[in-house]
């Protein structure tokens, strides 16, 4: 297969990679948090948040909708309040642990995010840059960024699990459950497509091994892909 071929696909996973880490960025469902259900047939209220924001919804447990774990599922209907991280106000101790340590982790999550969405900018830049004849060399900047997006990308997906954890494990919140949600995979797949296509463009980059004993390297880099 034609280099050139294996750059355009290449690009393409990227592309899908991309579209998956920003859709975990600018939404907020990266995990649910589910409290103990008192007694059925009664309001119990869950949480789901991501980067930016915490929601809280407020669900009626029935009976038939009662699964002996936690309140939910969340896609139960029920009156939903979003608020961001910025306009949390202190209120009981359960609340305001809650708070602070929410917004210290995804400050944190949010911050590391936005440098995975910087480096894609970059790699996305070299890479149409690498697509005129004899820029190949800007694929290896490309692959570059584009790994280092998927490391960044990762990292916040660690935090943001640091943060589930502290939160369940804490005597001082009334989460006793929790789920990763759909925002949480899409950073999974944007890690693992960014990081896997960042090392395939290095790979590409790098010049080609003589095919022949009698082949010199000199000659190998010298020939037009």
Same mark, same amino acid.
């Given at each position: 297969?034609?280099?050139? !071929?294996?750059?355009?696909?290449?690009?393409?996973?990227?592309?899908?990679?991309?579209?998956?880490?920003?859709?975990?960025?600018?939404? +907020?469902?990266? @995990?649910?948090?589910?409290?103990?259900?008192?007694?059925?047939?009664?309001?119990?209220?869950?949480?789901?948040?991501?980067?930016?924001?915490?929601?809280?919804?407020?669900?009626?447990?029935?009976?038939?909708?009662?699964?002996?774990?936690?309140?939910?599922?969340? %896609?139960?209907?029920?009156?939903?309040?979003?608020?961001?991280?910025?306009?949390?106000?202190?209120?009981?101790?359960?609340?305001?642990?809650?708070?602070?340590?929410?917004?210290?982790?995804?400050?944190?999550?949010?911050? &590391?995010?936005?440098? %995975?969405?910087?480096?894609?900018?970059?790699? !996305?830049?070299?890479?149409?840059?690498?697509?005129?004849?004899?820029? +190949?060399?800007?694929?290896?900047?490309?692959?570059?960024?584009?790994?280092?997006?998927?490391?960044? *990308?990762? &990292?916040?997906?660690?935090?943001?699990?640091?943060?589930?954890?502290?939160?369940?494990?804490?005597?001082?919140?009334?989460?006793? +459950?929790?789920?990763?949600?759909?925002?949480?995979?899409?950073?999974? @797949?944007?890690?693992?497509?960014?990081?896997? %296509?960042?090392?395939?463009?290095?790979?590409?980059?790098?010049?080609?091994?003589?095919?022949?004993?009698?082949?010199?390297?000199?000659? *190998?880099?010298?020939?037009?892909?």
């Amino acid at each position: 297969m034609h280099k050139r !071929t294996k750059v355009k696909i290449t690009f393409f996973v990227i592309l899908v990679g991309m579209a998956s880490m920003f859709t975990a960025v600018v939404t +907020d469902h990266w @995990a649910v948090l589910s409290p103990q259900v008192e007694q059925v047939n009664a309001t119990c209220e869950a949480a789901h948040f991501g980067l930016w924001r915490l929601c809280k919804k407020v669900i009626y447990i029935s009976e038939a909708d009662y699964n002996g774990k936690g309140c939910g599922p969340i %896609s139960l209907p029920g009156v939903e309040n979003c608020t961001y991280f910025k306009h949390f106000t202190p209120g009981d101790e359960s609340e305001i642990f809650e708070v602070k340590t929410q917004k210290e982790y995804n400050i944190s999550a949010a911050a &590391i995010a936005i440098f %995975s969405l910087a480096f894609m900018i970059l790699g !996305t830049l070299c890479l149409l840059c690498s697509f005129k004849k004899g820029n +190949d060399y800007i694929l290896k900047p490309a692959g570059m960024f584009f790994a280092f997006a998927g490391l960044c *990308a990762i &990292i916040s997906v660690e935090v943001m699990r640091q943060s589930v954890k502290r939160m369940i494990e804490s005597e001082d919140t009334i989460w006793i +459950d929790y789920s990763y949600a759909w925002s949480f995979a899409c950073a999974c @797949a944007g890690f693992c497509l960014l990081f896997l %296509s960042g090392l395939g463009l290095l790979l590409l980059s790098m010049p080609r091994m003589p095919q022949n004993p009698w082949e010199s390297c000199m000659d *190998a880099e010298q020939e037009v892909e």
